[in-house]
């Protein structure tokens, strides 16, 4: 085989692999931009609906993913609605994303009496949420409102209430800032784990592909 003969078949072969990479890159952009996007759990606000160490896919479709660039939304499956959990983009500090429930809708009236929740007059029903820490009983965040949701807003809460730095503190959701719904969980472990190599050898096996509710 000749010189020429080998180069050409390099070059073949350098043509290949460029054109499968290339593929798989916009492939792969395309399913972060407009489907699904991974995200860790980085603390113990939604426990123990969501536990540190969760790592979640979340579908971005499901509210209307965003159009780099542009800046418009695809159009939405469905509206985001009372009890979701969302992940969503930080009113506070750019570029990072958070994940709690969603517990107030444009116009809906919400206070909080001992760590219970009423929305629009009633008590609601919430058995994900959780009070770990007792001495926070007497806390403001426990007791406030009424307040009314404004339009093309939500009010959001971590299921664990004596531990979650939400609405309370910061206010209402714009609803431009919602990225998505946590889908499933493709892996979770125990990163408070005595094990060495927690991330091998205290894997929650029972909460890989379970799907948060």
Do not use: C
């Not at 959001?156 to 998505?180: A, C, I, Q």
Request: no cysteine; glycine share 6%; net charge neutral.
């Amino acid at each position: 085989m000749t010189s020429a003969t080998h180069t050409r078949s390099f070059v073949v072969w350098l043509w290949e692999w460029t054109k499968s990479i290339v593929v798989a890159l916009v492939v792969w952009f395309f399913l972060r931009t407009f489907l699904v996007e991974a995200f860790r759990i980085p603390s113990g606000s939604m426990e123990n609906t969501l536990l540190i160490g969760d790592f979640l896919f979340v579908n971005k479709a499901l509210y209307g993913a965003e159009v780099p660039i542009v800046k418009t939304r695809l159009p939405a499956v469905r509206e985001p609605q009372r009890n979701d959990i969302l992940v969503f983009d930080s009113v506070e500090e750019e570029g990072l994303k958070v994940v709690k429930r969603l517990v107030g809708m444009p116009g809906d009236t919400l206070a909080m009496e001992s760590g219970v929740l009423y929305r629009n007059g009633k008590r609601v029903e919430e058995p994900w949420a959780v009070h770990t820490d007792p001495a926070r009983a007497e806390d403001p965040i426990q007791d406030w409102g009424p307040i009314v949701v404004p339009q093309d807003s939500f009010f959001m809460m971590g299921d664990n209430r004596d531990s979650s730095y939400d609405g309370r503190y910061w206010g209402f959701l714009p609803r431009e800032n919602v990225r998505g719904r946590p889908l499933v969980v493709y892996f979770s472990y125990d990163a408070s784990s005595w094990k060495s190599l927690p991330y091998f050898t205290a894997v929650r096996w029972g909460r890989i592909f379970s799907s948060p509710e």
